[in-house]
Structure formats: C-alpha cells, structure tokens
C-alpha cells in the first residue's frame, strides 16, 4: 500500500509544479480567469471534456454499470452530447461577446442587474456544492486504499487549491490536459484488463448470469436500454440543459483563441466524452464479475472501479490506475473552484461592488477567493453534510431557473426583462417544491423537464404582454438581429 500512496503522493506533488510553473503567465484578470483568452482547440478540448470527467462520469459510471450493465453509458454519453451541442449551438457566439461569465450574458440581454444577481448566487451555490461533491468521491477512493476517506481527501482537496489558487485557469488547463490523458488511459487500461481476466465478453456475461441468479435478481446486462426510455431520456435532458448553461463550460469557451476555435473544441470534446462513455460501465460490470463479494458491491457501486483497481493489479500499476481516478475526479473540482471565482470577482464584486476596481485588485481578490470557496468546499463537506446536500440540490435549482432565460433569450427576439424573471421565479419555484417533497415524481430528473416547460410558458406569456427588451448592441450584433 505504500508503493500506491508513494505514487499518488508523486502525481500530486507534479500538480503542484505545474500550477507554480503556469505562474509566469498570470498578469491580469484575463490571464488569471480566462487564460489570457489564447486557448487553443487541443488544450481547450481537453478542459471541456475534462469538465465533465470526473467523479459522476467515473465512480458514478462504474456504479450504473454495476447496476444496469452496459446500459450504464447514458450518463457518461449525455454528458459529451451536452459538450457537442454546445459546439454546434452556443460556443460560438459566447466566445464572439468576449465576456465573463453566464451573468454577463444575461444582463446584455435584459439589462437587469437583478437577473444577474440571482443568476450568479444560483450558480455560485451549485458549483460549490458540486465541488464538496467531488471531494466526496475523493474520500471515497481513499477510503478502498484502507485510509481514512476525509485524510485523503484533504490532501488532493488543499492540492487543487493550491495550484488553482497561483495560477488560475492558466494552471487549471494545463494540469487538465493531463489529467483527462492519465485519468482516459488509466480506466482504460482497467477496462481492457479485467475484461480479459474474466475471459471476454463471453466469460463477463456468464459470470454476470450467474451472479443474477446468486443474488436474486433479473438483469440484462447487455441491453443498452436497461435503465428504461424515461429515466434514459431524462438523464439525457437534464444534463444537456446544464451543460448549456454551465459557467464552468462557459469560462473555458470564453478562454478559446477566437469563436472558431470554441465551437470546434467543443465539439471535438463532446465527441471525445460520448467516445468514453462505455469505459466506465463496462469496468463496473467487470468489477461485479470479479468481484468475491458481489453482493457487497451491489450495495456499494460507487467503490467498484477502486476496489476492482486494488484487488485485480500490482501495488505499482494499481497506484497508477489509483491516480488516474483521482485525476478524473480532480479536473472536474479545480475546473469548478476556477469557474465560482469568476462569480466573485465578475459579478459580484467588480458589477456591484467596486466597477472601478484596478487589475491588481481584482487579481488579489481571486487568489482570496480561491482559498475560501475551496476551504469552505472542503470543510462543509467533511462536517455538514446537511449544508453540502442543500448546495448540491442548488445545482438543480440553477439549471431549472437559468436555462429557459438564457436559451429563449437567445432565440426569441420578443422575450423581455419581465418574463425572464417568471421563468427564473417559476423555474426555480418548480424545483425548490421537488426538494421539499411538495412535488413528487418517479424519477428527480423529471423536475427538470417540468420545469423547463412551465419556466418556457410563464416566459411566453408574460413577454408577449409586456412586449420585448432590447439587448445590448454588441448582443444583437454577435446574434445577427
């Protein structure tokens, strides 16, 4: 177990160099939040894509792979889909308006600085709920190398604040380029690994057979539609629609090179995540195959990827398979800690506060406000885990309330200031009824569709009686009204 910690305890410490590295590039509030707007399609492909890979895309994998067999890759699927959408719709554009953040878009659309408030303390909330989330997954690696979870987690928690702190999205990119690679090839690896120790996909699916009957359950682990039509397409719909919104995914188009670039990274990022979807379920389905406690796993796939890494390969390639988990799930946590900074800095602090803020402060305020979300991250979800679950539901809260106002702003010429904030209100509203159980349906995700579609009616309504508000100049003239 030393040999794996000693490893893992090497890649952590190659963070570091190059976040301290990517240091010498940092002059002003571009470089520090949008990486000097130079991204090229290679480096801004793999930030995209490794946005989203991470502890749901890995560990969240494996487990619906344990779960439902291969019909386990829609998540991982929705997400590159997501990514490809907002390639071939809204990357480019974003790009052309040289802005911030989602906010930024938001107020040029309807000039209203309450729009934009509530919008970025959604997204704000959301992303650091998310962030706590991956510290979870963290602890949750650490704790199948037999160590406490919360130790572990700490350490790979203060390492992406570290480097994310010095350097910002500089830093941010160039450690995710490495990461996607390490945390792509090394699940791969195990993949291709275990499918061969179980005999192929012959001797998987046998075994998997009889693990059924043992347990006492009916599965078809070789039907991609196992999970259902409706939880499928749900899980497609509400990923999608946060991708499309994301602040996360927008800060990185908005440090492409030019639109060209954003909307070809994008898509190339998309393609490259629904690629990759696979990987994970089919590890998890090898996990249970492998598995001398099957049952055990059943009760806990989340750990199937780890414990299938620990028990099916030496200490030294197990501590590199282990490293490549935790650098999936770390590009996701330093992508969002770089993104909720924006927030601070752009929309609260430089719109509200202080516009006339210089490049110096403006800089010293992001590296403080890298430090405090990441340690209230971190120390929330290691000891209130009522506030983590509250941030964590924000998520949703944001998509349901953010995504008709952005979208029909966008597309619909006649959408107005007022009708932007019933949707927000009624979107958000619909959501926060889910939460308290005042809303009740089979699957969460449905919130989402229902939201979107009274959020769209009270927009409609509510802008054709009030007649349209005219955007900025610049909006209307990267929109080509």
């Given at each position: 177990?030393?040999?794996?910690?000693?490893?893992?305890?090497?890649?952590?410490i190659?963070?570091?160099?190059?976040?301290f590295y990517?240091?010498?590039?940092?002059?002003?509030?571009?470089?520090?939040?949008?990486?000097?707007?130079?991204?090229g399609?290679?480096?801004?492909?793999?930030?995209?894509?490794?946005?989203?890979y991470?502890?749901?895309?890995v560990?969240?994998?494996g487990?619906?792979?344990?779960?439902?067999?291969?019909?386990?890759?829609?998540?991982?699927?929705?997400?590159?889909?997501?990514?490809?959408?907002?390639?071939?719709?809204?990357?480019?554009?974003?790009?052309?308006?040289?802005?911030?953040?989602?906010?930024d878009i938001?107020?040029?659309?309807?000039?209203?600085?309450?729009?934009?408030l509530l919008?970025?303390?959604?997204?704000?909330a959301?992303?650091?709920?998310?962030?706590?989330?991956?510290?979870?997954?963290?602890a949750?690696?650490?704790?199948?190398?037999?160590?406490?979870?919360?130790?572990?987690a700490?350490?790979?928690?203060?390492?992406?604040?570290?480097?994310?702190?010095v350097?910002?999205?500089?830093?941010?990119?160039l450690?995710?380029?490495?990461?996607?690679?390490?945390?792509?090839?090394?699940?791969?690896?195990?993949?291709?690994?275990?499918?061969?120790?179980?005999?192929?996909?012959?001797?998987?699916?046998e075994?998997?057979?009889?693990?059924?009957?043992?347990?006492?359950?009916?599965?078809?682990?070789?039907?991609?539609?196992?999970?259902?039509?409706?939880?499928?397409?749900?899980?497609l719909?509400?990923?999608?629609?946060?991708?499309?919104?994301?602040?996360?995914?927008?800060?990185?188009l908005?440090a492409?090179?030019?639109p060209?670039?954003?909307?070809?990274?994008?898509?190339?990022?998309?393609?490259?995540?629904?690629?990759?979807?696979?990987?994970?379920?089919?590890?998890?389905?090898?996990?249970?195959?492998?598995?001398?406690?099957?049952?055990?796993l059943?009760?806990?796939?989340?750990?199937?990827i780890?414990?299938?890494?620990?028990?099916?390969?030496?200490?030294?390639?197990?501590?590199?398979f282990?490293a490549?988990?935790?650098?999936?799930?770390m590009?996701?946590?330093?992508?969002?800690?770089?993104?909720?900074?924006?927030?601070?800095?752009?929309?609260l602090?430089q719109?509200?506060?202080?516009?006339?803020?210089?490049?110096?402060?403006?800089?010293?305020?992001?590296i403080?406000?890298?430090?405090?979300?990441?340690?209230?991250a971190l120390?929330?979800?290691?000891?209130i885990?009522?506030?983590?679950?509250?941030?964590?539901?924000?998520?949703?809260?944001?998509?349901?309330a953010?995504?008709?106002?952005?979208?029909?702003?966008?597309?619909?010429?006649?959408?107005?200031?007022?009708g932007?904030?019933?949707?927000?209100?009624?979107?958000?509203?619909?959501?926060i009824?889910?939460?308290?159980?005042?809303?009740?349906l089979?699957?969460?995700?449905?919130?989402?569709?229902?939201?979107?579609?009274l959020?769209?009616?009270?927009?409609?309504?509510?802008?054709?009686?009030?007649?349209?508000?005219?955007?900025s100049?610049?909006?209307?003239?990267?929109?080509?009204?």
């Amino acid at each position: 177990m030393s040999i794996v910690l000693g490893i893992i305890a090497g890649y952590m410490i190659l963070m570091l160099v190059i976040g301290f590295y990517a240091r010498r590039f940092v002059k002003t509030l571009d470089d520090y939040l949008l990486a000097g707007r130079r991204l090229g399609i290679i480096l801004l492909a793999a930030t995209l894509a490794a946005t989203h890979y991470g502890g749901g895309f890995v560990l969240g994998g494996g487990a619906w792979g344990v779960k439902y067999g291969l019909g386990g890759l829609w998540y991982g699927f929705a997400c590159g889909l997501g990514l490809f959408i907002l390639g071939l719709t809204l990357a480019r554009p974003a790009r052309a308006l040289a802005v911030y953040t989602v906010p930024d878009i938001i107020d040029m659309r309807y000039n209203s600085r309450l729009l934009r408030l509530l919008s970025t303390i959604f997204s704000l909330a959301a992303l650091i709920g998310i962030i706590a989330a991956q510290v979870w997954a963290m602890a949750a690696v650490f704790e199948t190398l037999g160590m406490p979870g919360y130790i572990g987690a700490i350490i790979a928690t203060l390492v992406f604040i570290v480097y994310t702190t010095v350097s910002g999205l500089y830093a941010v990119t160039l450690t995710d380029f490495i990461q996607i690679i390490i945390g792509s090839v090394g699940v791969i690896a195990a993949c291709m690994a275990s499918l061969y120790k179980v005999g192929g996909f012959g001797g998987l699916l046998e075994r998997l057979n009889e693990i059924s009957v043992s347990v006492g359950i009916k599965a078809n682990y070789m039907d991609l539609l196992s999970p259902g039509p409706t939880l499928i397409a749900i899980t497609l719909v509400a990923t999608v629609m946060y991708t499309l919104i994301g602040q996360d995914f927008y800060q990185r188009l908005f440090a492409a090179k030019d639109p060209d670039v954003a909307k070809k990274a994008s898509i190339v990022s998309g393609i490259l995540l629904m690629v990759l979807a696979v990987i994970p379920p089919l590890t998890g389905m090898c996990a249970l195959a492998l598995s001398s406690n099957p049952t055990q796993l059943i009760e806990s796939p989340k750990s199937a990827i780890p414990r299938l890494i620990l028990t099916l390969f030496p200490p030294i390639i197990g501590g590199f398979f282990i490293a490549a988990l935790l650098a999936a799930i770390m590009s996701t946590a330093d992508s969002l800690l770089s993104a909720a900074v924006s927030h601070v800095v752009r929309d609260l602090y430089q719109q509200l506060v202080n516009p006339e803020a210089d490049q110096r402060t403006l800089l010293r305020l992001s590296i403080t406000s890298s430090i405090v979300i990441g340690a209230f991250a971190l120390i929330s979800a290691l000891t209130i885990k009522d506030i983590i679950l509250l941030l964590i539901y924000s998520y949703d809260i944001y998509t349901s309330a953010v995504f008709i106002p952005v979208i029909m702003g966008i597309y619909w010429k006649r959408a107005s200031r007022e009708g932007a904030l019933a949707a927000l209100i009624v979107g958000a509203g619909v959501t926060i009824s889910g939460i308290l159980g005042i809303i009740k349906l089979p699957y969460w995700e449905l919130l989402y569709v229902s939201s979107a579609a009274l959020a769209a009616l009270a927009m409609t309504t509510v802008s054709l009686v009030k007649g349209p508000t005219e955007p900025s100049i610049e909006l209307k003239r990267i929109l080509e009204w």
